[in-house]
């Protein structure tokens, strides 16, 4: 069974920087797609950012970008110019690309981490 | 574009009773998963259904069962509730089950079990 794992439950920065959120998975799969969510306080769930296994070059979404390490199975997001509107919790996500079995179109989250970010 | 809604926003209900949640899928999109955010936790993937039938199931006990309508819209159906069933319930649709279709989610249903 996939696990994804965040080590931060809180992080905080000022408005105009930059923060890094970490995140780490496991699995014993080779094909599979990572995600980062955001969910404000309205409780949706907002997509971020998505990267590919396959893929080694790192994902990017205008100021959100993703440093995934694949053989560290590891994934962090990070955060330019942060505002005020990126507050939130962020969870990382993991699917695995494999069609059928029980799990399937299983999303498996993170513990999130708290976003403050101040002005 | 309407997006993905769920109803009720919030609930009440008593230990042992039974419960049904509702969501309508963003236009167009003909897959449906739900899952269950405990306050302070990531959600946990409990099933999706692709065109009225379950195709996914997570580690939930029989309790838990759903429906999906002919339209995609979808319904969580929670029998013998427990303290434990109170949390966010969360429902996502998606345009086919393949694994590059991006999820939208609702707002969430917020269930309390006194």
């Known amino acids: 069974a996939q696990t994804v794992t965040q080590s931060q439950p809180e992080m905080s920065v000022q408005e105009a920087e930059t923060v890094t959120l970490s995140c780490t998975y496991d699995?014993?799969?080779?094909?599979?797609?990572l995600f980062w969510y955001k969910q404000p306080p309205s409780r949706q769930m907002i997509l971020v950012i998505r990267?590919?296994?396959?893929?080694?070059q790192n994902a990017t979404e205008n100021r959100f970008s993703v440093n995934f390490q694949k053989a560290a199975k590891s994934f962090s997001l990070k955060i330019s110019d942060s505002q005020l509107g990126d507050a939130a919790m962020y969870f990382c996500?993991?699917?695995?690309?494999?069609?059928?079995?029980?799990?399937?179109?299983?999303?498996?989250f993170g513990q999130g981490t708290i976003l403050t970010v101040h002005p | 574009e309407t997006g993905v809604t769920q109803s009720p926003t919030h609930l009440i209900k008593t230990r042992g009773q039974q419960v049904t949640l509702r969501c309508s899928s963003q236009?167009?999109?003909?897959?449906v998963s739900w899952y269950q955010q405990a306050l302070g936790q990531g959600p946990q993937f409990i099933f999706q259904?692709?065109?009225?039938?379950?195709?996914g199931r997570g580690n939930f006990p029989p309790r838990f069962s759903g429906l999906q309508f002919p339209n995609y819209s979808s319904e969580l159906n929670v029998n013998a509730l427990e303290l434990d069933d109170s949390a966010l319930y969360l429902c996502?649709?998606?345009?086919?089950?393949?694994?590059?279709?991006?999820?939208?989610f609702g707002n969430g249903t917020r269930l309390t079990v006194t």
């Open positions: 996502a649709s998606s345009l086919a089950t393949g694994v590059n279709s991006p999820l939208h």
């Open positions: 699995t014993s799969e080779s094909d599979y797609y």
């Open positions: 990267q590919e296994a396959y893929k080694q």
């Open positions: 996500a993991y699917r695995s690309a494999l069609a059928g079995g029980t799990s399937y179109g299983k999303l498996t």
């Open positions: 236009s167009g999109h003909n897959t």
């Open positions: 259904y692709y065109r009225e039938e379950e195709n």
